[in-house]
Protein backbone atom coordinates (compact mmCIF):
# COMPACT_ATOMS: atom_id res chain seq x y z
CA UNK A 1 0.00 0.00 0.00
CA UNK A 2 1.60 3.30 -1.27
CA UNK A 3 1.66 6.00 1.16
CA UNK A 4 -0.69 9.08 0.97
CA UNK A 5 -0.87 12.41 2.22
CA UNK A 6 -1.92 12.58 5.90
CA UNK A 7 -0.19 9.18 6.65
CA UNK A 8 1.91 8.50 9.81
CA UNK A 9 6.06 7.71 8.50
CA UNK A 10 7.58 5.07 10.12
CA UNK A 11 11.42 5.99 11.60
CA UNK A 12 13.75 4.48 9.51
CA UNK A 13 16.52 1.59 11.35
CA UNK A 14 19.31 2.84 12.58
CA UNK A 15 22.31 1.44 14.02
CA UNK A 16 21.65 -2.28 14.52
CA UNK A 17 17.90 -2.16 14.38
CA UNK A 18 15.63 -3.98 11.76
CA UNK A 19 13.42 -2.57 8.98
CA UNK A 20 9.83 -3.62 9.83
CA UNK A 21 7.45 -4.32 7.03
CA UNK A 22 4.19 -5.41 6.03
CA UNK A 23 3.37 -8.34 4.31
CA UNK A 24 -0.02 -7.60 3.05
CA UNK A 25 -3.12 -5.48 2.96
CA UNK A 26 -4.33 -7.42 5.48
CA UNK A 27 -1.45 -6.99 8.03
CA UNK A 28 -2.08 -3.19 7.24
CA UNK A 29 -5.43 -3.04 8.28
CA UNK A 30 -4.99 -5.58 11.31
CA UNK A 31 -2.15 -3.32 12.65
CA UNK A 32 -4.68 -0.64 12.53
CA UNK A 33 -7.24 -2.40 14.23
CA UNK A 34 -4.32 -3.12 17.18
CA UNK A 35 -2.93 0.38 16.92
CA UNK A 36 -6.80 1.25 18.10
CA UNK A 37 -6.87 -1.04 20.96
CA UNK A 38 -3.97 -1.08 22.63
CA UNK A 39 -1.46 1.21 21.32
CA UNK A 40 1.02 0.86 24.26
CA UNK A 41 1.25 -2.70 24.40
CA UNK A 42 1.56 -2.36 20.00
CA UNK A 43 4.54 -0.36 20.84
CA UNK A 44 6.30 -2.63 23.01
CA UNK A 45 5.67 -5.01 20.00
CA UNK A 46 7.02 -2.84 17.43
CA UNK A 47 10.11 -2.12 19.71
CA UNK A 48 10.66 -5.92 20.06
CA UNK A 49 10.13 -6.70 16.31
CA UNK A 50 12.81 -3.67 15.72
CA UNK A 51 15.60 -4.44 18.19
CA UNK A 52 15.94 -8.40 18.75
CA UNK A 53 12.54 -9.75 16.72
CA UNK A 54 14.13 -13.86 16.80
CA UNK A 55 14.96 -14.11 20.80
CA UNK A 56 12.63 -14.51 23.63
CA UNK A 57 14.69 -12.67 26.32
CA UNK A 58 13.18 -9.68 25.99
CA UNK A 59 9.90 -11.06 26.59
CA UNK A 60 8.04 -13.75 29.15
CA UNK A 61 7.73 -17.09 26.53
CA UNK A 62 3.97 -17.15 26.64
CA UNK A 63 3.43 -13.19 24.98
CA UNK A 64 6.33 -13.64 22.40
CA UNK A 65 7.62 -17.07 20.90
CA UNK A 66 8.11 -18.65 17.90
CA UNK A 67 5.47 -20.43 16.25
CA UNK A 68 5.48 -24.64 16.44
CA UNK A 69 5.04 -27.75 14.10
CA UNK A 70 3.44 -26.73 10.56
CA UNK A 71 3.13 -22.87 11.49
CA UNK A 72 7.27 -22.47 12.50
CA UNK A 73 7.67 -21.12 9.25
CA UNK A 74 6.04 -19.25 6.91
CA UNK A 75 6.88 -17.54 2.96
CA UNK A 76 7.77 -14.64 1.65
CA UNK A 77 8.74 -13.87 -1.95
CA UNK A 78 9.42 -17.90 -2.45
CA UNK A 79 11.61 -18.09 1.03
CA UNK A 80 10.39 -19.72 3.99
CA UNK A 81 11.22 -18.09 7.22
CA UNK A 82 11.18 -18.40 10.80
CA UNK A 83 7.65 -17.63 12.04
CA UNK A 84 6.94 -15.87 15.59
CA UNK A 85 4.15 -14.78 17.38
CA UNK A 86 3.61 -11.61 19.76
CA UNK A 87 0.48 -11.92 21.58
CA UNK A 88 -0.42 -7.78 22.24
CA UNK A 89 -3.61 -8.36 24.21
CA UNK A 90 -5.68 -11.29 25.26
CA UNK A 91 -6.65 -12.19 22.05
CA UNK A 92 -4.53 -9.79 19.69
CA UNK A 93 -1.85 -11.35 17.85
CA UNK A 94 1.30 -10.09 15.45
CA UNK A 95 2.73 -13.02 13.70
CA UNK A 96 5.96 -12.36 11.68
CA UNK A 97 8.69 -13.45 9.47
CA UNK A 98 12.39 -13.09 10.76
CA UNK A 99 14.37 -12.47 7.45
CA UNK A 100 17.85 -12.27 8.87
CA UNK A 101 19.49 -11.69 5.70
CA UNK A 102 17.90 -8.63 5.00
CA UNK A 103 17.68 -7.52 8.76
CA UNK A 104 14.06 -7.18 8.04
CA UNK A 105 10.09 -8.47 10.18
CA UNK A 106 7.90 -8.81 7.42
CA UNK A 107 4.11 -8.41 9.48
CA UNK A 108 1.76 -11.66 7.95
CA UNK A 109 -0.90 -11.23 10.59
CA UNK A 110 -2.11 -8.52 12.93
CA UNK A 111 -5.65 -8.54 14.27
CA UNK A 112 -7.60 -8.27 17.57
CA UNK A 113 -8.39 -11.94 17.60
CA UNK A 114 -6.83 -14.98 17.51
CA UNK A 115 -5.74 -15.86 13.78
CA UNK A 116 -7.81 -18.23 11.86
CA UNK A 117 -5.55 -21.08 10.94
CA UNK A 118 -5.49 -21.82 15.12
CA UNK A 119 -8.86 -22.49 15.23
Known sequence: MSPKRGDEVAPPPSGDEWKIRYGDKQ???GWRELHAAAPGNLRKAWELMRHCPGSEASMSPLRHHR???DLA???HNGRALPQWQIEVTGSGRVWYLVDAENRTVWIKYAGVG???VTD
Open 27 to 29: AID
Open 67 to 69: LKF
Open 73 to 75: TGT
Open 114 to 116: HPR
